[in-house]
């Protein structure tokens, strides 16, 4: 009987060691693919103004994270000082993830998108929602001092 015992505790030891084996790599397959989320966004340039050497506006799709299908629209406003532009502000365009990313991607994406070179400076925006649906109404904003404020 005894051979037949340590038969079942070898038996025994060499499963749990497969388990955590088993465990230890799927932690690590976990592990990655959860790092695979933290990447950063992916973005595309959809618009850019320059009005004057006051300001450098610009629209920016970013891929949501969490459903391939939706985009956020990043609005950055860039004043131009000691030579270079740098980043005075930022707002988000509408929702975060209300647009969808393949038609703000494509062509025809900006239906509109209006500046002008005056302090306040007035900015409108309208975006392809789909092909089918067609443009949204246009959103209205005003850059003062290098900030956005929604008009």
């Known amino acids: 009987m005894r051979p037949i015992r340590e038969h ?3 038996r025994r030891a060499a499963t749990a060691g497969l388990t955590l084996m088993t465990a230890a790599a ?3 397959a976990g592990a990655t693919a959860s790092s695979a989320h933290t990447a950063a966004p992916q973005t595309q340039q959809i618009a850019s103004s320059v ?3 006051t ?7 970013v891929r949501s994270t969490q459903d391939e299908y939706a985009a956020s629209v990043r609005m950055q406003v860039y004043t131009h000082s000691t030579g270079a532009w740098k980043e005075s502000d930022r707002v988000t365009v509408g929702e975060a993830d209300g647009w969808f990313w ?3 991607t494509g062509d025809g994406a900006v239906c509109e998108f209006s500046t002008a070179s005056t302090e306040p400076a007035p900015v409108a925006v309208s975006l392809t929602i789909t092909p089918s649906i067609g443009c949204s109404g246009s959103l209205h904003y005003v850059v ?3 900030k956005v404020y929604a008009d």
């Open 51 to 53: 009005l004057g050497s």
């Open 8 to 10: 079942r505790l070898a």
């Open 26 to 28: 799927l932690g690590t």
């Open 55 to 61: 300001y450098k506006i610009t629209l920016t799709a």
């Open 102 to 104: 393949y038609p703000l």
């Open 144 to 146: 003062k001092q290098g």
